[in-house]
């Protein structure tokens, strides 16, 4: 047996979007090292801070590095064959497969996680991380969360897996190409909802809601619980009788209702510890005041912030716009730390300052318009979405054609569906409105 021992490591930021920055495979042939290759991979994307924290891997290395569509056939080629091998390979696995999907390439390969391999191996060990089989097995880990370094170790780690494996255990851990591709009992009923917005739920024999997901590709994402082969989706898998699918068609409408949805049904299989599509926080100051004298930039964790958005790069870009328009001083409203951030962040942009504080109703009215109707995309291809606002909140939405309905707005709020609005709500249509997907609707 072949096997292809690879790592990688991604951007960071939303589940689903990640893109690969660094690759490594390592091909193992009668437990020897017979190929390998390794690269930096353009993400044609900024890096989450923390990741080039991590990894060392900066925006400047990435820039001049080759675009994964132009590794896609070596990697291709280089893992004919093989068994595709890592270490958790939920994660490898799923953004292998969901960067060659996006080149519309359905990349399947028989799979082994190296994880529950180690664990019937070596019963005994506490934990099971890449740290702990380093310090385990006496091996080094010459480049930590890097590619080369983790893919290398693993390989390491998998050769003396199969000198070790006297009871036939690789049988139990391994999952061919065809389980893999077949294993999903929804198959046909997600055949046609490729890049379809929706969200979806899987049920267990007793109805109850088991797991509820978002995705812009309805068909990936479901597809993708029967192909990971980690404890938790095994579980899920066994458990799994139904599949209902919500057609949305809009991902700003899907975002809020399933934050919505996972917090009203609590399914047992949902992470509780995944973030959200917005995961940063913007908390003011004075917390209770109609004035604000000053702002703090958070990852949001336990508390609710004031206002949502997706990363650090979307906060300091929405704060120099207020603090530009409102005549605000950087050194003032801005605390120390977040000061440093916000100049790394935004352009070098320079104004006279004013005034001292801002109301909190004028950071509100940044968000979107006050009084408006949003559209975006609907669940087919004339139809769009309407999202209404109405005093700055968010009333609810429906579905029309513009080509054959009226845009009339008292008839859009007859046929709307109610939305409760609130703070994460906002932060999404907020998000989706400054990226042009959501568009005012001239009346």
């Known amino acids: 047996m072949r096997f292809s021992v690879i790592d990688i490591e991604c951007t960071g930021g939303t589940w689903g979007a990640e893109k690969i920055i660094d690759v490594a495979v390592f091909v193992l042939e009668d437990g020897e090292i017979v190929d390998q290759f390794v690269s930096l991979v353009n993400p044609e994307m900024s890096i989450d801070p923390y990741v080039t924290k991590l990894t060392g891997i900066t925006n400047k290395m990435v820039r001049t590095a080759p675009k994964f569509y132009e590794l896609a056939k070596r990697l291709v080629k280089i893992t004919e064959g093989t068994t595709f091998v890592a270490h958790n390979i939920g994660f490898d696995y799923r953004v292998f497969q969901q960067e060659f999907e996006n080149l519309g390439f359905d990349y399947h390969r028989a799979t ?20 702990t089989v380093a310090k385990e097995l006496g091996l080094v880990n010459s480049a930590r969360h890097r590619a080369e370094g983790d893919a290398r170790l693993t390989a390491e780690l998998l050769q003396i897996l199969l000198q070790k494996d006297r009871e036939s255990y690789l049988d139990k851990v391994f999952v061919s190409k065809s389980a893999s591709e077949n294993r999903n009992p929804f198959k046909e009923q997600v055949k046609n909802l490729q890049n379809r917005v929706g969200i979806y739920y899987i049920y267990n024999e007793a109805g109850e809601a088991i797991y509820v997901g978002s995705s812009k590709d309805l068909q990936n994402s479901v597809n993708r619980h029967f192909v990971a082969d980690n404890k938790l989706a095994l579980s899920l898998q066994a458990e799994a009788t ?6 949305i068609g809009n991902e700003a409408i899907a975002q809020i209702q399933f934050k919505r949805t996972v917090e009203n049904i609590r399914p047992i299989y949902n992470n509780s ?4 599509f917005l995961n940063f926080g913007l908390f003011t100051e004075p917390k209770k005041s109609a004035m604000v004298e000053f702002v703090r930039v958070y990852p949001v964790r336990h508390k609710a912030p004031q206002f949502y958005f997706e990363g650090p790069k979307a906060v300091y870009e929405f704060l120099q716009r207020v603090m530009m328009n409102e005549a605000l001083d950087p050194f003032t409203f801005l605390l120390d730390k977040d000061r440093e951030h916000y100049f790394k962040h935004t352009k070098n942009l320079q104004w006279k300052a004013k005034v001292k504080e801002v109301a909190l ?15 975006g995309p609907g669940r087919k291809d004339n139809e769009k979405c309407a999202i209404l606002i109405e005093g700055g909140r968010i009333l609810g939405y429906t579905y029309f054609y513009l080509a054959t309905d009226g845009i009339d707005r008292s008839q859009l709020k007859k046929r709307m569906v109610h939305l409760e609005h609130d703070a994460y ?7 989706f409105y400054s990226k042009g997907y959501l568009k005012l609707l001239e009346v």
């Not at 709500?425 to 998000?431: E, F, K, P, S």
């Open 425 to 431: 709500a906002a932060g999404i249509v907020h998000h």
């Open 273 to 276: 510890k995944k973030r959200n």
């Open 361 to 375: 109703s004028t950071l509100r009215d940044y968000m979107y318009p006050t009084e408006a109707t949003l559209v």
């Open 112 to 131: 082994l996680d190296t994880i529950p391999y180690c664990e019937r191996i070596f019963p005994e060990w506490e934990n099971y991380g890449l740290k």
């Open 242 to 247: 139904r599949l209902e699918i919500e057609d």
